[in-house]
């Protein structure tokens, strides 16, 4: 079964509009830790925003949210007022495990949502 | 603060020829990944290294690939030879594991190998 299942190939959204990617999870862990990078067509990974299987609040930073809902398995990315320059590739990511146990720093990624940002 | 460097950013060769793609990640991070990404697919982590040590190779395919981390610091990633398949972008990663942090790994450009 896949770990981390993303559904959307590609999405569009227009400037300055909210939108939402999907990211749904399978473990049975009950320590994880969920993640979400953007990929430009540069090709770098670039870190956007983390949620923790215990914290109790869902993750902000800047114009980026994390609506986690743990017991639906899912941790949707939402980005406000879009801009041009989101226009990027969006990956979710999961580790499972504790951190301190060594083996808890393997990231498994879904396949990815192109996002397209038009004006 | 200098990030993860990778060379080359592009390399392309004919099968059967060897290949090497190297990595400096960010000072003082103590672990090193080295992932693999298909065109349309997400990284899959190839190794792991934990100072000089190969804490995580299981999905190393190591009839044709190897690694290595002398020293605790660059890294060098091998594939010899290569074949039509392993053309694809070959990411590094580097994270500092201060253990109670969620651990962010911080990626570098990548290579983009094309194999011929």
């Given at each position: 079964?896949?770990?981390?299942?993303?559904?959307q190939?590609?999405?569009?959204?227009?400037?300055?509009?909210?939108?939402?990617?999907?990211?749904?999870?399978?473990?049975?862990?009950?320590?994880?830790?969920?993640?979400?990078?953007?990929?430009?067509?540069?090709?770098?990974?670039?870190?956007?925003?983390?949620?923790?299987?215990?914290?109790?609040?869902?993750?902000?930073?800047?114009?980026?949210?994390?609506?986690?809902?743990?017991?639906?398995?899912?941790?949707?990315?939402?980005?406000?007022?879009?801009?041009?320059?989101?226009?990027?590739?969006?990956?979710?990511?999961?580790?499972?495990?504790?951190?301190?146990?060594?083996?808890?720093?393997?990231?498994?990624?879904?396949?990815?949502?192109?996002?397209?940002?038009?004006? | 603060?200098?990030?993860?460097?990778?060379?080359?950013?592009?390399?392309?060769?004919?099968?059967?020829?060897?290949?090497?793609f190297?990595?400096?990640?960010?000072?003082?991070?103590n672990?090193?990944?080295?992932?693999?990404?298909?065109?349309?697919?997400?990284p899959?982590?190839?190794?792991?290294?934990?100072?000089?040590?190969?804490?995580?190779?299981?999905?190393?395919?190591?009839?044709?690939?190897?690694?290595?981390?002398?020293?605790?610091?660059?890294?060098?990633l091998?594939?010899?030879p290569?074949?039509?398949?392993?053309?694809?972008?070959?990411l590094?990663?580097?994270?500092?594991?201060?253990?109670?942090?969620?651990?962010?790994?911080?990626?570098?450009?990548?290579?983009?190998?094309?194999?011929?």
């Amino acid at each position: 079964a896949q770990k981390i299942t993303q559904t959307q190939p590609g999405m569009f959204v227009q400037e300055k509009e909210a939108v939402t990617l999907d990211c749904t999870y399978d473990t049975s862990d009950q320590s994880y830790g969920l993640f979400w990078y953007k990929q430009p067509s540069s090709g770098e990974m670039i870190f956007l925003i983390y949620q923790g299987s215990y914290d109790e609040q869902n993750a902000t930073e800047g114009r980026y949210s994390l609506n986690f809902q743990k017991a639906r398995k899912s941790a949707n990315l939402v980005i406000s007022a879009s801009q041009l320059g989101d226009s990027a590739m969006y990956f979710c990511a999961m580790r499972e495990g504790r951190i301190l146990t060594g083996g808890g720093n393997k990231l498994t990624f879904g396949t990815g949502t192109q996002l397209k940002v038009e004006l | 603060e200098a990030g993860v460097v990778q060379s080359p950013r592009y390399k392309i060769i004919e099968k059967k020829q060897p290949v090497a793609f190297w990595c400096n990640p960010i000072s003082g991070h103590n672990t090193l990944y080295w992932y693999l990404q298909n065109l349309g697919q997400g990284p899959e982590l190839l190794i792991r290294y934990e100072n000089e040590e190969a804490v995580d190779d299981s999905q190393l395919p190591k009839d044709r690939f190897s690694a290595e981390r002398l020293k605790g610091v660059d890294s060098t990633l091998k594939i010899q030879p290569a074949e039509l398949g392993d053309s694809a972008v070959y990411l590094c990663a580097s994270s500092l594991d201060a253990g109670g942090s969620f651990n962010e790994q911080f990626f570098g450009p990548g290579t983009r190998l094309t194999v011929l």
